[in-house]
């Protein structure tokens, strides 16, 4: 089983809302990421998360929150977000047994 | 800067015919390389992936082939099938231990394989 999952599908928020974003993997998978990707361009790393602690952090602004719960979970809150953060949010998890990153669907976020 | 990068955006290739994707990389520190499939709005799929240490891997119709010393990469799939028509982005990894990888994204290449 090499499945991750994701939830919402998709969201829409403005820009006072506060939402989160869940994944989740069952593949005993250690290190988990946070990506966004917008239209035509390829997947940007926002976080990393190595055995539920946060170890890379590419200067993403403050409005995105990670929390990874346990070793199954990866959160990302979201507050005051500008329309211009509308793009796809993929996760992904890994095992340092294969060094192969595995995606989940994606949660396809709209703000207006 | 573009540290991994797939200068072709698009292919069409007939059915049956060999598909080729390349992607070029700038950073000697990448060790490990994959190729994922992507539709739209949905999650990249893994295809096939190869270590720095290997110039070949090879997976069904899914061939990689790595020239270090070119820093190039290249997927053949062959032979290409319609079901295979979707956007292929090449990723590379940097060097370091697990939780501190990064995994760098090409720019992607749209394949459409023709009936």
């Known amino acids: 089983d090499t499945e991750v999952t994701q939830t919402p599908k998709h969201l829409v928020m403005g820009m006072t809302n506060k939402k989160s974003l869940k994944c989740e993997q069952h593949m005993g998978h250690r290190a988990m990421y946070w990506y966004k990707q917008k239209a035509k361009k390829p997947p940007e790393l926002m976080f990393v998360y190595s055995y539920e602690k946060l170890s890379i952090n590419e200067s993403v602004p403050s409005r995105f929150s990670p929390e990874c719960p346990n070793s199954s979970l990866l959160n990302l809150h979201l507050h005051a977000l500008q329309p211009e953060d509308s793009a796809l949010y993929l996760c992904?998890?890994?095992?340092?047994?294969?060094?192969?990153?595995?995606f989940g669907p994606g949660t396809r976020l709209t703000v207006l | 800067d573009q540290q991994v990068k797939q200068n072709s955006p698009s292919l069409s290739v007939q059915e049956g015919r060999i598909s080729i994707l390349n992607c070029d990389y700038t950073?000697?520190?990448?060790?490990?390389f994959l190729w994922y499939k992507k539709y739209p709005a949905e999650g990249p799929t893994f295809l096939i992936s190869i270590s720095s240490i290997k110039d070949k891997n090879e997976d069904g119709r899914f061939t990689v082939f790595l020239n270090k010393s070119a820093k190039h990469l290249s997927l053949h799939i062959v032979p290409s099938q319609p079901g295979d028509s979707a956007v292929y982005f090449c990723a590379a990894r940097n060097g370091g231990t697990s939780g501190t990888y990064k995994y760098i994204f090409g720019t992607g290449t749209r394949l459409k394989v023709l009936a």
């Open positions: 950073n000697s520190m990448f060790d490990y």
């Open positions: 992904a998890s890994s095992s340092p047994l294969t060094d192969t990153q595995y």
